[in-house]
Nanobody
Framework: QVQLVESGGGLVQPGGSLRLSCAASGFTFSWNAMSWYRQAPGKERELVAGITTGSRTNYSGAVKGRFTISRDNSKNTVSLQMNTLKPEDTAVYYC??????????????WGQGTQVTVSS
């Protein structure tokens, strides 16, 4: 079964840290660029961070220097380490896979999302 399953969300105080994980199954993980998106209430979904098949990373200006994306191709996982969290980081965070190789080039997959709430 092709799927992405996020975990690690929760409630944290401002200045705190959380680590999100996304477990992939049912497809060739190493052939996919992986990204984290987020969507806050009343706002559009936005890209937070991405990592290519070659492990190049990119970040939105809002999180650069605070968040770190990484991938482990041996475990088919991608993680997002979030430090110095702010209330404006509150959102549902989604894992995304985009195929860069193989017969499904361009196909995008989404996880179900995990809630992150930053509040005192």
């Amino acid at each position: 079964q092709v799927q992405l399953v996020e975990s690690g969300g929760g409630l944290v105080q401002p200045g705190g840290s959380l680590r999100l994980s996304c477990a992939a199954s049912g497809f060739t993980f190493s052939w996919n660029a992986m990204s984290w998106y987020r969507q806050a209430p009343g706002k559009e979904r936005e890209l937070v961070a991405g990592i290519t098949t070659g492990s190049r990373t990119n970040y939105s200006g809002a999180v650069k220097g605070r968040f770190t994306i990484s991938r482990d191709n041996s475990k088919n996982t991608v993680s997002l380490q979030m430090n110095t969290l702010k209330p404006e980081d509150t959102a549902v965070y989604y894992c995304n896979a985009r195929a860069e190789r193989g017969r499904y080039v361009g196909r995008e997959l989404w996880g179900q999302g995990t809630q992150v709430t930053v509040s005192s």
